[in-house]
């Protein structure tokens, strides 16, 4: 058996995520969304982020932002 994926940090969490994984970011509800595309944020919502759902797009985890703003939570995964 062997692992179909790659390992990131993201902000200090391990994460094991698809390899078409090129964006990770955080709702203010606290999942980890792991996108092929850049989500922009939902402005007019203020509580998450727009997606082309069409993509490979999938929620990998659940955490706690433990007071980070949601906003700062795009990170792009090399």
């Given at each position: 058996?062997?692992?179909?994926?790659?390992?990131?940090?993201?902000?200090?969490?391990?994460?094991?995520?698809?390899?078409?994984?090129?964006?990770?970011?955080?709702?203010?509800?606290?999942?980890v969304?792991?996108?092929?595309?850049?989500?922009d944020?939902?402005?007019?919502?203020?509580?998450?982020?727009?997606?082309?759902?069409?993509?490979?797009?999938?929620?990998?985890?659940?955490?706690?932002?433990e007071?980070?703003?949601?906003?700062?939570?795009?990170?792009?995964?090399?």
């Amino acid at each position: 058996m062997k692992l179909l994926g790659k390992t990131v940090n993201y902000f200090g969490i391990q994460l094991v995520v698809s390899q078409d994984t090129k964006y990770l970011v955080t709702t203010a509800k606290g999942e980890v969304i792991a996108s092929e595309q850049i989500p922009d944020l939902d402005f007019d919502s203020h509580i998450g982020w727009l997606y082309d759902w069409g993509a490979y797009t999938v929620c990998v985890a659940l955490v706690d932002l433990e007071g980070m703003d949601w906003e700062d939570t795009l990170m792009e995964v090399k």
